[in-house]
């Protein structure tokens, strides 16, 4: 009984420190998916360039999902994924095609360009500052 007693006290008096405070986020302007898989050639190329290129655009409203679809799961996982991220259309529409990033307005979901393996990193810095300042 005491420690119920105590438990409860230290939830009342620290009760005001533990709640969230809400998140000053800013949503996504552009959201890039990545089509993946880990047997696409292409996207062993594409990778380490879209690595060095998402540590320049951390502060970026950019968000980049990948979407692997390298076996069922991991494509029904991955339609999951693009409908919590306002693209299940988009993914339905490419299918299992890989090796590519696509770059899509968060407002309209409409897809705007297309980064593949003969980008390099800085080619896709540019591109997607470009795209996020139209």
Same mark, same amino acid.
């Given at each position: 009984? /005491? =420690?119920? $007693?105590?438990? +409860?006290?230290?939830?009342?008096?620290?009760?005001?420190?533990?709640?969230? *405070? #809400? +998140? @000053?986020?800013?949503?996504? *302007?552009?959201?890039?998916?990545?089509?993946?898989? =880990?047997?696409?050639?292409?996207?062993?190329?594409?990778?380490?360039? +879209?690595?060095?290129?998402? @540590?320049?655009?951390?502060? @970026? #409203?950019?968000?980049?999902?990948?979407?692997?679809?390298? =076996?069922?799961?991991?494509?029904? !996982?991955?339609? +999951?994924?693009?409908?919590?991220?306002? &693209?299940? !259309?988009? $993914?339905?529409?490419?299918?299992? *095609?890989?090796?590519?990033?696509?770059?899509? @307005?968060?407002?309209?979901?409409?897809?705007?360009? !297309?980064?593949?393996?003969?980008?390099?990193? /800085?080619? &896709?810095?540019?591109? &997607? /500052?470009? /795209?996020?300042?139209?």
């Amino acid at each position: 009984m /005491r =420690n119920q $007693y105590l438990t +409860l006290v230290a939830l009342t008096l620290f009760a005001p420190f533990l709640q969230a *405070k #809400p +998140l @000053e986020a800013t949503p996504p *302007k552009l959201i890039g998916a990545y089509f993946y898989a =880990n047997w696409c050639s292409a996207c062993k190329q594409l990778e380490p360039e +879209l690595q060095t290129a998402l @540590e320049a655009l951390k502060t @970026e #409203p950019f968000l980049m999902i990948t979407l692997d679809v390298s =076996n069922k799961v991991t494509q029904y !996982r991955s339609g +999951l994924l693009a409908q919590a991220a306002g &693209i299940g !259309r988009v $993914y339905q529409e490419t299918g299992v *095609k890989t090796g590519f990033l696509l770059l899509i @307005e968060a407002e309209t979901g409409e897809v705007v360009d !297309r980064i593949t393996k003969t980008h390099g990193s /800085r080619d &896709i810095v540019s591109l &997607i /500052r470009q /795209r996020l300042q139209t």
